[in-house]
């Protein structure tokens, strides 16, 4: 019922920017809070940031504070992140989710997005 596109990947020197994309539709869903998560190969899935979809209310990962800003456009049912300062240790495959009410979890997702920071 909820379908998510990430979008804006590729590849990237070190200390470049990139900013990724997420739309969300389908005929019936809500959306409390939305985020981005990444995983490099043969490691966890870690959090990255989120952004409530009411309030515009964010939280970041400490390892990217300062350096990405996450946005939504609740009309289009998108969310960006914008990322500065890139780091070969960035690099992964990117996620969107969203989370439907407080205190839920991070049900649906998007099928990911490569993020490649070459040194």
């Known amino acids: 019922q909820v379908q998510l596109v990430e979008s804006g990947g590729g590849f990237v020197q070190a200390g470049g920017s990139l900013r990724l994309s997420c739309a969300a539709s389908?005929?019936?869903?809500?959306?409390?809070?939305m985020g981005w998560f990444r995983q490099a190969p043969g490691k966890e899935r870690d959090f990255v940031a989120s952004?409530?979809?009411?309030?515009?209310?964010?939280v970041y990962a400490d390892s990217v504070k300062g350096r990405f800003t996450i946005s939504r456009d609740s009309a289009k049912n998108t969310v960006y992140l914008q990322m500065n300062s890139l780091r070969p240790e960035d690099t992964a495959v990117y996620y969107c989710?969203?989370?439907?009410?407080?205190?839920?979890?991070?049900?649906?997702w998007g099928q990911g997005t490569q993020v490649t920071v070459s040194s």
């Open positions: 952004i409530t979809w009411s309030s515009g209310v964010t």
């Open positions: 989710a969203i989370r439907s009410q407080p205190g839920g979890q991070y049900g649906h």
């Open positions: 389908g005929r019936t869903f809500s959306i409390y809070r």
